[in-house]
């Protein structure tokens, strides 16, 4: 993995053969889909999950080419540090072995519960120990790829997300003791279950439809393995008034990414002899022609949890309050001593594992795996699939501010049309639409990796891999994600129980399962 790290792509296929990837290459695959400012081409969508069961796949044959010894990559299974953490076993899942200098690197330090950041120096943030301490961030002119000029970038030249003006150079993480992972129940319920976990509704008549179940493992099952190591916090005083009028929500938690891609903020082009604080966020104006009420309401949806339908009706009958929020979001209030001169959006920072670029994160490469496991797991023990079909007007819903408000659409479903964005409530001129097949692409059937956006795709399709990973269809697939069992008797002492758990062997052996066992 070291050498990985430490060397070029095009170095490495000299010495390794055409099958290794560095750095370079893996962390620009990643950030290229990720990125972009029409959608997330990575994340959020029906492709999550096979879109990085490919980057892994990249990952392990990379490991295999320096050494061949190397039967597989090994796969993390957060599930057992949230455990111990539940039991008192650990006081934080970052006490693990695995955050140490034999793995991924120690905890330096914590985010404290005031969301504020304890010490400015970036050293106090980078990974300190281990064959990964020091570990630089990769700049612009470090990206691997055909003209690499046009790939995004924050305010500072690093291959971090444009809405996240970190200007460390070094790979961060601003953790939080107190920290989550994915749990037992939240992996079972993925593997067994046929109720929702967000809110306890039946699915599909007691199944998940495929295409569900892949969008939504992302979450509860595997967000917090890069929130949580990453980490959030607000750089300079907080806007505290947008928080009130927001009432029960918090600013702290607007998606910054989701008003940026709704073109609601943009970020600074350079920021190179600017300090962090001072790197700020603007609200576009003119795109919304000045339209505070429309601003309001796109403020309203960015927040991490989601406002249900009905609420958002409401809201849109309250421009007035929408108009406050958006004059308090955008410009601040410069004689309110709680903001004192503080003006504009908040200024939000992120490590790497949360970022865009969080490839290059060490931790990254072991994370995934256990998604394939789930589905595989889910596939041979859950309750069935009803719909396995890849339904395309869900391929990518929720990848855009737009797509989660019923009167209106971020794209056409129509591939070949370019018209406008319509809209029952506002509709901003400035806003330009991506058709269907550019909004979603990564999450469709025949997507594949980005290798440059929108024109350049590499390996499999989404549809084949997600059939690569189905063990129904070993041993044809040839597919190098096999595992030797599916237990979690660790979940036992918390009180949650796997099927697979009483199984001796873990599968019962067939010509589809006998790779398994």
């Known amino acids: ?237 907080k806007n505290t008034i947008a928080a009130k009028l927001l009432a029960y929500y918090n600013i702290s938690n607007v998606k910054q990414h989701t008003l940026w891609r709704a073109r609601v903020i943009d970020f600074p082009q350079n920021c190179s002899n600017v300090a962090m604080e001072m790197c700020t966020p603007y609200c576009a104006l003119d795109t919304y022609s000045h339209n505070l009420t429309a601003i309001g309401y796109e403020i309203v949806k960015a927040q991490v949890t989601l406002p249900a339908p009905a609420l958002l009706a409401d809201w849109r009958h309250r421009p007035k309050d929408l108009q406050a929020i958006a004059t308090a979001y955008c410009f601040g209030m410069a004689n309110n001593t709680e903001i004192a001169d503080r003006r504009g959006p908040d200024v939000f920072i992120s490590g790497d594992a949360k970022d865009s670029g969080g490839s290059i994160d060490p931790s990254f490469w072991f994370i995934h795996g256990a998604l394939s496991r789930l589905l595989q797991y889910r596939i041979l023990l859950g309750p069935s699939f009803k719909d396995e079909s890849w339904p395309i007007n869900q391929s990518c819903f929720g990848s855009r501010s737009a797509d989660v408000d019923p009167d209106r659409l971020a794209f056409s479903l129509n591939s070949t049309s370019h018209s406008t964005v319509s809209s029952a409530f506002f509709s901003p001129p400035g806003l330009v639409p991506c058709d269907f097949q550019s909004c979603c692409g990564g999450h469709l059937e025949d997507s594949r990796l980005y290798a440059r956006y929108p024109d350049i795709q590499i390996g499999p399709t989404n549809a084949d891999t997600i059939r690569y990973l189905d063990p129904r269809h070993a041993p044809d697939s040839h597919y190098p994600t096999i595992y030797h069992h599916f237990r979690f008797m660790h979940c036992q002492q918390v009180g949650i129980d796997f099927k697979a758990n009483s199984l001796d062997p873990p599968l019962p052996l067939s010509p589809s399962t006998a790779l398994l066992a």
């Open 1 to 237: 993995m070291n050498v990985i790290y430490q060397t070029s792509t095009d170095q490495g296929q000299r010495i390794y053969g055409e099958h290794f990837y560095g750095l370079d290459a893996l962390v620009t695959l990643h950030h290229v889909g990720s990125a972009q400012r029409d959608s997330d081409h990575m994340h959020q969508g029906v492709g999550f999950l096979a879109q990085h069961a490919k980057l892994t796949e990249l990952f392990e044959l990379s490991i295999r080419a320096v050494d061949k010894s190397v039967l597989a990559l090994p796969y993390w299974d957060s599930t057992i540090e949230e455990a111990q953490v539940s039991l008192g076993h650990l006081d934080s899942v970052f006490d693990s072995e695995l955050w140490s200098d034999k793995w991924f690197g120690s905890i330096n330090m914590y985010i404290n519960d005031s969301e504020t950041l304890p010490s400015f120096d970036s050293k106090n943030w980078a990974i300190h120990d281990g064959v990964f301490a020091y570990l630089k961030a990769l700049r612009i002119e470090d990206a691997y790829g055909p003209s690499t000029r046009w790939l995004p970038h924050n305010a500072y030249g690093f291959l971090r997300a444009p809405w996240n003006n970190n200007a460390s150079p070094y790979v961060t993480r601003y953790p939080r003791r107190t920290a989550h992972l994915p749990s037992c129940q939240q992996h079972w319920t993925y593997a067994e279950s046929s109720t929702d976990i967000r809110g306890g509704n039946e699915w599909t008549n007691g199944h998940f439809d495929k295409a569900k179940w892949m969008y939504d493992v992302s979450t509860k099952a595997h967000g917090s393995l890069h929130s949580s190591p990453g980490g959030l916090f607000t750089i300079g005083p």
